[in-house]
């Protein structure tokens, strides 16, 4: 018998390990022959502890599972009990899901090469090595992957500026620096699916003619940095990375670097600089760091996600995933569904699903049972959505459009307890506290921007003009979307939540 | 006699900690943190050994570890709590929770308690969006807290 107990930090974080020693110490006592296996997550929070048992009839999940359930899960014969959810794939909430990037995370152990071998991996990295590099590139251009870091770029474009531009030395960047505040699809791909990192930075890598590549990641994941070095030590045992990657003529290897706790390295430029073991200041550009990134060296620096997903795209072909999407985003989006929401998680869907449909049937509505207020899409730098806008299809455009971005595809939902004031004076609290100084609008503008929402809040006349103001400034001002973005959850709170703005009523409420 | 051998010791480690990461391109971030996990800060002293191995200044260093959040200049108590401020905890009654462990012991964001036991850190995201509001209290992470949790958690790590 097969007991898969997830080891994501959000399951751990729900008491996960607790319960695999629990686990453990009752087939002990009970002289049970298992194995447990450490998955990633499936991606449903709200039912972590998620324990999934394969047995000759299947397998089927039980959740969540604390730690004094165990013994009853034995005595239960992990069969009729009260926590049974049946097969993971009946589960509403997984059903709906298209998984592409996220396809073996959770079902598979993250840390055995021949589980992910089984399950589809290595394929699209030995399609790509029958491959010239031009065709390579073309073949990620095709796909129609943009950035999913959240400026949606062209990946295939920026690969091709790295693949033109010559070098001795060219570099890939993996972006793990995951800081947006609703996000953590970075975090859930490295901790249950690292191989295909791995494999997505090596197929980047032979395209561009890098040999070699940086995986990122902030300090604040330790699991996902213990697993990505486990993982990447085990890719080079097996040959998959190193001289000769697979047994070819090209060279590929890759380490892990450990950010330290600033925000703003999840800025491209930023995170150079950080990687080169400087102040983690942002650059002008250009130069662009496809022509002079990393050591000054061509560079091609992605979102774990968007490298994560090349190699499904080698493995099924550009076409299987460019059909997926609405408009000008192809393929699937993992959404992360978090805050105040009855069913939180990972939801990877083809672009085009309705702000609604996600918040009300996905999400459930919110976990109090109050009515929704607002939601943030896009994290810390993302609009706020009223209600009325929630027939937003997911989309690059389409968030544009509405005065908002989808990001890093987060979305955090707020009850009608949230202060949309206070949330707005917290963005610019947040600028403040994590600007890189470099540019005067973000450092100097953020702390001018809260001292005026307070001002704001004490009902000084025209402070609410000079928020305006000062917020087109710091968005057409500012270097990068630190301070450029900044203005979006403030203006956005602003116009679509005036009645928090305005402090005779809210005296009132009070 | 016993400073002198402290500082030796400080020197030797340091010293160690710069070979083994002789090599790596930008070794200056990977250094940093392992001095930190060595001495749980980074020492003054260690600097002028750092700047000369990598040929750069201590005002070099001394701007990248004002910088980061994640170095710091002087130990931190026995236990270090990590609460998270971000919007989704904020969503999810995260701003009760930090009060709460605020209050608790005594303190404000950044402070040791006076007896040394416990530093409260504001974080910015732990990746637990959906389960939250979030802690990390000695690198053990906790998912869905509400006041009660947390006042149990710093009240066990202040024992």
């Given at each position: 018998m097969k007991i898969f107990v997830p080891r994501d930090a959000a399951a751990k974080a729900l008491g996960a390990d607790e319960v695999a020693n629990a686990i453990t110490a009752e087939a002990a006592a009970r002289g049970l022959d298992i194995t447990l296996v450490r998955n990633g997550t499936r991606g449903m929070v709200w039912l972590e502890p998620l324990v999934e048992v394969e047995t000759s009839a299947g397998r089927t999940a039980f959740g969540p599972v604390t730690a004094t359930d165990v013994k009853s899960l034995f005595e239960a014969e992990f069969h009729r009990h009260p926590l049974a959810l049946g097969a993971?794939?009946?589960?509403p909430f997984f059903a709906r899901q298209t998984r592409l990037t996220f396809a073996r995370c959770g079902l598979i152990d993250p840390l055995s090469l021949a589980d992910y071998e089984a399950h589809g991996g290595i394929a699209g990295l030995r399609a790509a090595l029958e491959m010239t590099s031009a065709e390579i590139v073309e073949e990620v251009t095709t796909s129609g992957l943009r950035g999913r870091g959240g400026a949606g770029f062209p990946t295939g474009i920026k690969w091709k500026t790295v693949h033109d531009t010559p070098a001795a030395q060219k570099y890939i960047v993996c972006n793990a620096d995951e800081g947006d505040s609703g996000t953590f699809a970075d975090r859930m791909i490295m901790e249950g699916d690292p191989f295909t990192l791995i494999e997505g930075m090596t197929i980047a890598g032979i395209g561009v003619g890098a040999t070699k590549g940086y995986v990122y990641i902030r300090s604040e994941y330790p699991d996902a940095i213990e697993v990505m070095q486990r993982a990447i030590e085990l890719a080079r045992h097996a040959g998959l990375l190193g001289p000769s990657v697979l047994g070819s003529h090209h060279a590929f290897d890759m380490e892990v670097r450990v950010g330290a706790?600033?925000?703003?390295?999840?800025?491209e430029t930023s995170l150079l600089n950080s990687l080169e073991g400087k102040r983690g200041v942002v650059r002008a550009k250009p130069p662009l760091p496809a022509i002079q990134g990393l050591f000054g060296r061509p560079t091609v620096i992605n979102n774990v996600i968007s490298l994560a997903t090349v190699p499904v795209i080698f493995e099924k072909g550009a076409g299987h995933y460019r059909d997926f999407g609405l408009g000008r985003s192809r393929g699937t989006i993992p959404i992360q569904i978090a805050g105040n929401v009855k069913y939180g998680g990972l939801f990877e869907t083809a672009f085009g699903m309705s702000l609604g449909a996600l918040v009300d049937e996905v999400a459930g509505g919110t976990f109090t049972g109050r009515p929704v207020k607002a939601v943030q899409v896009g994290g810390p730098l993302g609009a706020y959505f009223p209600r009325d806008k929630f027939d937003t299809p997911f989309g690059y455009e389409e968030f544009d459009g509405e005065g908002g971005l989808i990001g890093h595809a987060g979305i955090v939902v707020f009850d009608d307890n949230a202060d949309m004031l206070k949330m707005a004076r917290f963005a610019l609290e947040f600028c403040a506290v994590e600007s890189c100084g470099k540019c005067t609008p973000c450092r100097l503008g953020a702390v001018r921007g809260m001292e005026t929402v307070d001002r704001i809040a004490s009902g000084e006349p025209g402070a609410l003009e000079l928020l305006t103001d000062l917020c087109e400034t710091m968005r057409d001002g500012s270097l990068c979307a630190l301070g450029g973005f900044t203005p979006y959850p403030v203006m956005s709170a602003v116009s679509h939540f005036p009645d928090d703005f305005n402090a005779t009523r809210q005296e009132a409420a009070e | 006699m016993a400073e002198n051998s402290a500082a030796s010791a400080l020197a030797q480690r340091v010293s160690e900690i710069i070979v083994e990461h002789e090599?790596?391109?930008?070794?200056l971030l990977p250094i940093l943190h392992a001095i930190q996990a060595e001495f749980g800060h980074v020492p003054d002293a260690a600097l002028p050994q750092i700047a000369r191995a990598l040929n750069i200044s201590r005002a070099d260093i001394h701007g990248v570890t004002s910088f980061y959040h994640d170095f710091r200049e002087h130990a931190a108590g026995r236990h270090v709590v990590k609460i998270c401020r971000a919007e989704a905890c904020q969503a999810s009654g995260g701003n009760a929770v930090a009060e709460a462990a605020l209050s608790r012991l005594g303190v404000t964001w950044h402070e040791t308690t006076p007896d040394g036991a416990v530093t409260v850190e504001p974080v910015y995201?732990?990746?637990l969006c959906a389960c939250g509001p979030a802690a990390m209290v000695d690198g053990k992470l906790h998912g869905r807290l509400d006041a009660d949790r947390i006042e149990t958690l710093v009240g066990e790590a202040r024992a």
């Open positions: 993971v794939e009946t589960i706790g600033a925000y703003v390295c999840g800025e | 090599g790596l391109e930008g070794p995201c732990l990746g």
